[in-house]
């Protein structure tokens, strides 16, 4: 028996993940689906049973707690057992962040085949998920499912590999572009990546020329300069707010990042912005005097 929802298209709760379809069935002897392609991605999940999915020349025998994914555009063929013909429940999902998704997961292209271990846990998720993906079902609670049914295929251990995989220069450069306006020091950078400060100092250079310490500032003097042309925020406010705690020290440096003052890069480039765009007349200098 066969179990289906498609969910609502038109109008997604967000772009950057949604649901295309859901469902279950309980497969014939034999039941054979393909070749063919999607347009989106698809996950199934073996509930009992087994069966063959065929995908680029290679063939993979499934069974209870396995799962195979389906990305767009790629061909693949699945073929239910003749003597155990799987049930398997199933999830079709798009959206900019899905990849990613699927990459903090353990799954992918190169991956495609995955376990999980929680069988009844992962069916009563999809059967609430196509519940609330109705037609006038919850959206909030049918995203919550869907991030749940994530959770539940989440590979053991792969966010544990996956943090010692990613360099460290790279996972500090992270978290300063997005705590730097929380007032951090490099001791909590150094301390959210495991190192100490030397250790950090040299891996940072190493990768990016820089020290961390030029790297938080550079961070900062960015958020400060969109405040400043975006906003109505005193020099003051802009300050506490890209992470600077000292109006002298942050005059200073926003100088010396970009040649001016505060107050006067905020008055040049809102007077440059009014101007013609072929103009190529210099603004008057005293407007940079401090």
């Not at 959206?95 to 903090?104: S, V």
């Not at 100092?201 to 958020?223: D, G």
Request: proline content about 3%.
């Amino acid at each position: 028996m066969k179990k289906n929802l498609k969910a609502d298209r038109e109008a997604p709760l967000s772009n950057s993940l949604y649901l295309y379809q859901c469902g279950e069935e309980q497969c014939v002897p034999g039941h054979n689906f393909g070749p063919a392609v999607r347009d989106h991605y698809l996950i199934h999940c073996i509930l009992s049973g087994k069966g063959m999915f065929y995908k680029e020349g290679r063939t993979y025998g499934l069974s209870a707690g396995n799962g195979f994914l389906i990305v767009p555009n790629e061909k693949t063929t699945y073929t239910a057992d003749w003597e155990e013909p799987w049930n398997y429940c199933w999830v079709g999902f798009h959206g900019k962040e899905a990849k990613h998704i699927l990459e903090i997961c353990g799954i992918g292209i190169g991956e495609p085949i995955f376990s999980f271990s929680d069988i009844f846990a992962l069916h009563s998720c999809v059967q609430n998920l196509m519940q609330y993906s109705a037609v006038g079902g919850n959206v909030f609670r049918s995203m919550e499912m869907l991030y749940r049914f994530f959770a539940l295929i989440c590979q053991d251990g792969y966010q544990k590999r996956q943090t010692s995989w990613m360099n460290i220069a790279e996972r500090a450069a992270d978290y300063m572009e997005k705590n730097h306006s929380y007032g951090i020091e490099i001791l909590d950078v150094a301390r959210y990546v495991g190192l100490d400060r030397s250790q950090l100092f040299r891996c940072f250079k190493k990768e990016y020329r820089m020290s961390p310490q030029e790297y938080l500032i550079r961070c900062r003097i960015t958020h400060a300069k969109q405040l400043l042309l975006q906003t109505d925020l005193s020099v003051s406010e802009v300050m506490y707010s890209s992470g600077f705690n000292d109006l002298p020290n942050f005059s200073r440096q926003f100088k010396k990042a970009t040649g001016y003052s505060p107050a006067a890069y905020r008055k040049y480039k809102l007077v440059a912005d009014q101007s013609s765009s072929n103009s190529s007349e210099s603004f008057n200098s005293s407007i940079f005097r401090s």
